[in-house]
């Protein structure tokens, strides 16, 4: 699904497999950047997407993962087999994926097995920029469904595009999640003033007003 000229859906329950949560291609000159991996049953099925957006998926340079949940992470392996991209997320997830935790990654609530994942690049700080050419990608430490959890941003046809997946929850104390944390990390996107939002199982949201009414409805 093209969300903008250089945005496309790739992952998720119809696009590739019942059990994965959305995946979003970002195409920025000759490179791919995915966002969000699947649980690995759909792989092939994302695979065969990206090459109908239009690039071949060697050309993904990068996968970044919003958090390290099973439905998100299960198929970074395949992924990164097929493509030889470099895997990014946030230090306080690297772990539970190094390790493969079958609980703190959610993969024992699908019946399957969390294999350990390398994370090649750990994000440590609040706030990391991310040059691809001419395409900065933001990436936003926002911890509360797990501890490691993401965010990014970036510009497309002159708007304002945020990748909030699971920006609903939930919160479990298995997953690490912090309704603290949670709460304060809704108001850090809010003060965002996302034009579109690309979540992780509730589909696209267009326009500033209902980017807001979504995230507010979760406070």
Known sequence: MRITSNIFQVGGSEESHPSDAAAYLIIAGTEGILIDAGTGKGTMRILKNISSAGIDPSAVSHLFVTHCHFDHTGGINGIREKTGCL??????????????????????????????????????????????????ITMYHTPGHSPGSAVLTMESDGEKVLF????????????????????????????????????????????????????????
């Open 87 to 136: 895997v990014v997320a946030h230090e306080l997830d690297a772990a539970f994926l190094e390790m493969g935790d079958p609980e703190v990654t959610a993969a024992s609530w699908y019946g399957s097995v969390m294999d350990p994942t390398r994370i090649d690049i750990r994000v440590e700080e609040p706030r990391r920029v991310f040059l691809f050419g001419d395409t900065d």
């Open 164 to 219: 909030g997946q699971d920006v609903h929850g939930p919160l479990n104390e298995v997953l690490r999640s912090s309704r603290a944390d949670y709460v304060e990390s809704l108001e850090f996107l809010l003060s965002l003033e996302a034009d579109i939002l690309c979540e992780g199982h509730f589909g696209v949201y267009r326009g500033k007003e209902k980017v807001q009414r979504f995230i507010e409805s979760f406070l």
